[in-house]
């Protein structure tokens, strides 16, 4: 079988690259793609070479990393998982992949592929927001109302039932999003962000503005968990970080993707709203054409589902 890969092999380059596919290992299973994601605030900087966090980019290299597809090959020792079965996996933009059997999350038939492949991002933020453990009435801000901060948003409602939950987003149309996520209140800009109002803070925006705003917000001894990427812009500390004593704390990656879909797919069957996150849909013979719109573009969405033939 022959596989397909969305490869960068230089800055702006994007090309399809074809290898036939070895024979699955006992322990693995060969998924069929149904759909992906691009994710706009990772991806995007890679492509464009923008990525303060990675100032010498090696080529060629993968791209993408959420994937949902259709089991068609189990190996010996595969137990829990079956062919047929849905699963979301981590192999980005390819039309086939394969995959160790437990790096899988088995998805539930019931379950649209559209809220199924928020789950990666959403555990992503849930283990932040754990980190910090917000109570019911703490003030908590989110800077940002992109992928991470919505999900960030819709975690500390939904699941840590949080109250008092506003964001800082200049974007108008993102922040009438928020607003439908539960936000309590969206400022426009830092300035309309009270002082000294917020226990805790989620930086969700990549902008060293919007860092400098979070610190300012918080209350003495406050504590501001950073779950962006950290790619756009360099952040620095302001005296309010020493005066108020603040804490930082960083977060990457999902504390249990496969016990966090348990809540996360039994969550969204009531809360339709969700994947409006995907604000832009294309065919994976599209994404060549697609990431060169979205490095020109001063109007991105918010999150670009891909889908793959037969989908």
């Not at 962000?193 to 400098?212: I, L, T």
């Not at 339709?272 to 697609?290: G, P, Q, T």
Request: aromatic share 10%; proline share 3%; net charge negative.
């Amino acid at each position: 079988m022959m596989q397909q890969s969305l490869i960068l092999v230089g800055k702006g380059k994007l090309e399809w690259k074809r290898k036939a596919l070895e024979s699955i290992e006992k322990d693995e299973v060969l998924i069929q793609t149904i759909a992906g994601a691009i994710s706009i605030g990772a991806e995007l900087p890679q492509y464009k070479e923008s990525d303060v966090t990675d100032l010498n980019p090696k080529y060629p290299r993968e791209t993408g990393y959420e994937s949902f597809g259709r089991v068609i090959e189990a190996g010996e020792d595969v137990l829990e998982i079956n062919v047929g079965d849905h699963v979301l996996a981590f192999y980005g933009h390819k039309d086939y992949g394969v995959v160790k059997a437990d790096k899988v999350v088995k998805v539930p038939e019931t379950i649209d592929y559209t809220y199924a492949l928020l789950n990666t991002l959403s555990c992503d933020s849930a283990k932040g927001v754990m980190k910090l453990k917000p109570d019911k009435l703490d003030h908590v801000l989110v800077t940002g109302s992109g992928t991470m901060g919505l999900l960030t948003l819709h975690f500390l409602k939904e699941y840590m039932n949080v109250e008092k939950v506003d964001v800082l987003e200049p974007n108008k149309a993102r922040g009438k999003l928020a607003k439908t996520f539960g936000a309590n209140n969206v400022y426009l800009s830092e300035e309309e962000v009270p002082r000294e109002h917020y226990k805790c803070g989620f930086e969700c925006s990549s902008s060293k503005n919007a860092f400098d705003a979070i610190l300012k917000a918080l209350k003495h001894n406050g504590e501001v968990c950073v779950l962006s990427d950290g790619n756009k812009d360099v952040f620095s500390l302001n005296e309010d970080f020493y005066k108020k004593e603040l804490k930082i704390v960083g977060s990457s990656d999902g504390w249990d993707y496969q016990q966090h879909s348990q809540w996360f797919f039994e969550n969204i069957k009531k809360l339709e709203y969700v994947n409006s996150i995907f604000e832009s849909h294309i065919h994976s013979h599209e994404l060549i054409d697609c990431f060169a719109y979205l490095s020109e573009t001063n109007e991105c969405p918010i999150k670009v589902l891909v889908r793959y033939p037969g989908s």
